[in-house]
């Protein structure tokens, strides 16, 4: 698999030539700490945890439960007033009671004095209240809740040039506190290196056990079916490895022309390859008839992340490329999705996830076309989630920014340096990073994430 690397992120890093790159007045980027391997009972083994709560807040004594369990090491304030060397992995800060606007100066006296405290690539973490619930809490509750987002989004900002930190929230309702061990061990965790200043709400209801569901052995996904389209190479196949990883059985999807590398990659991953190309109109047909030959095989995981580009402004685009861009990145979905649907063949508690875009977001000047067809998938999934609901099955999207991949090592140098460093890392992100999210969404423990796009772009500026 092909990932162009960052040079600047060693010459920024190097004795000699990082001082050359500050005088240059260039970006210094970090490199991200990043994991291996699927998810370990003790994923947060070694880091060192700070935590506390604003008063009347609900989430965090689980949070800091769960959070031990998973190995992270609770550092006291005593140790931290009298260790000025001592270093934080890991902030989190249930603000979860936030119901007052001056509430809000409580955000300041806990994070501004651990600043000076932060590791490189320490993740920042705020369970939160939601401000969607105006119906239910008053105007200044919902204005405090709010706030909570510029905060992030803004430390986010901050932290993640000088530290290569991440700063993120969950919006936790009461009735989910359940739901938290999935979000919370991807957003603690390296497993959201290249994923920043995102607010996730968390759903009751489906997936949400009274007590969380706690993996003691690796991998997660034995004795599941995951159905990748697009696998043969980047993202796909990045994500098809990651599932692999935490014991999925993976069918990998992609055009005849890309026979060879699909089947080397089923081979590596122990999976099985299917040359389709999704746009056909036997192509539902040929995926249930696949599953039907091997009994038992109800899809447990949906990967819809087949995609193409054709861009061009649209005074110049053509009819073919304005509905092979659709065909291909929309439609394909909802045929295959039809066809699966019709045939029961979702097992229950499945998890579906569409591979959307920031310019699905923002736009995207030359790619309306495109854009189109993610904005589209965005609408699709929090529309589909509610059906997929009675099932006790779950749809998100993931939305990647500027991905070092074949697709962007095509974009003409200017623009892929633009692309690359106009993020609040400071850098492209990689494959995995967008595989981490699928895997994240894909698990039995993020049952409480639903009809939502979580977006794996290091922060970028655009749409942001
Ligand atoms: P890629 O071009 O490297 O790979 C896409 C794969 O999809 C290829 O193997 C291709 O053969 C396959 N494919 C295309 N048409 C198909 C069809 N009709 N049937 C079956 N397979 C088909 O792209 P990528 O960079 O890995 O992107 C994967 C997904 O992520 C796409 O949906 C893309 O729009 C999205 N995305 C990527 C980035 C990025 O930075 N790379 C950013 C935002 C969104």
Not at 1 to 26: K, Y
Not at 164 to 184: E, I, K, M, R, W
Request: hydrophobic fraction near 45%.
């Amino acid at each position: 698999m092909v990932t162009t690397s960052d040079p600047l992120i060693g010459l920024a890093a190097g004795h000699l030539t990082g001082p050359l790159v500050r005088a240059l007045g260039l970006p210094r980027p970090r490199a991200l700490r990043r994991e291996t391997g699927p998810y370990r009972g003790d994923e947060l083994h070694g880091r060192r945890l700070v935590l506390a709560a604003m008063p009347g807040g609900h989430a965090g004594q689980s949070a800091r439960g769960l959070l031990q369990a998973l190995g992270a090491s609770l550092v006291m304030e005593t140790e931290l007033a009298s260790d000025a060397t001592a270093r934080v992995d890991i902030a989190v800060f249930d603000a979860t009671g936030c119901r007052e606007v001056a509430s809000l100066a409580q955000l300041r006296t806990f994070f501004a004095p651990l600043l000076r405290r932060l590791a490189p690539c320490a993740k920042l973490l705020l369970l939160a209240p939601c401000p969607l619930d105006a119906a239910r809490i008053s105007p200044e509750a919902a204005a405090a809740a709010q706030g909570i987002e510029g905060f992030v989004r803004s430390l986010a900002k901050e932290l993640g040039r000088s530290h290569a930190a991440t700063v993120n929230a969950l919006q936790v309702p009461a009735a989910t506190v359940g739901g938290l061990l999935g979000p919370l061990r991807f957003f603690c965790s390296s497993r959201s290196a290249y994923v920043s200043g995102r607010i996730l709400r968390l759903e009751a209801g489906l997936g949400v056990p009274a007590a969380p569901d706690f993996p003691t052995v690796p991998g997660r996904l034995r004795e599941r079916l995951a159905v990748v389209t697009g696998a043969a190479r980047g993202l796909g196949a990045a994500t098809a490895e990651r599932l692999a990883e935490e014991g999925a059985r993976v069918l990998c999807i992609d055009v005849p022309s890309a026979e060879s590398h699909l089947r080397e990659l089923a081979r590596r991953i122990q999976g099985d390859a299917l040359s389709l190309d999704i746009t056909s109109a036997a192509a539902p047909t040929v995926l249930c008839d696949w599953l039907r030959q091997h009994p038992g095989m109800a899809v447990d995981v949906l990967v819809h992340n087949a995609g193409i580009t054709r861009d061009r402004s649209l005074f110049k685009m053509s009819e073919a490329e304005w509905s092979q861009v659709l065909a291909v990145n929309l439609q394909a979905i909802l045929a295959i999705d039809g066809a699966l649907d019709q045939a029961d063949l979702l097992a229950p508690g499945a998890r579906e996830i569409c591979l959307s875009s920031i310019s699905g977001i923002a736009g995207n000047a030359g790619q309306t076309n495109y854009a189109a067809s993610k904005s589209a998938l965005i609408g699709y999934v929090a529309a589909r989630s509610t059906l997929l609901a009675s099932r006790g099955a779950t749809i998100n999207a993931v939305a990647p920014g500027f991905i070092e991949t074949d697709m962007t090592r095509q974009i003409p140098w200017f623009i892929r340096e633009a692309g690359r460093r106009l993020n609040a890392l400071s850098q492209g992100g990689q494959p995995r990073d967008v595989a981490e999210a699928v895997a994240f969404l894909a698990l039995p423990e993020s049952g409480a994430v639903r009809g939502q796009t979580l977006r794996v772009c290091g922060q970028a500026l655009m749409g942001a």
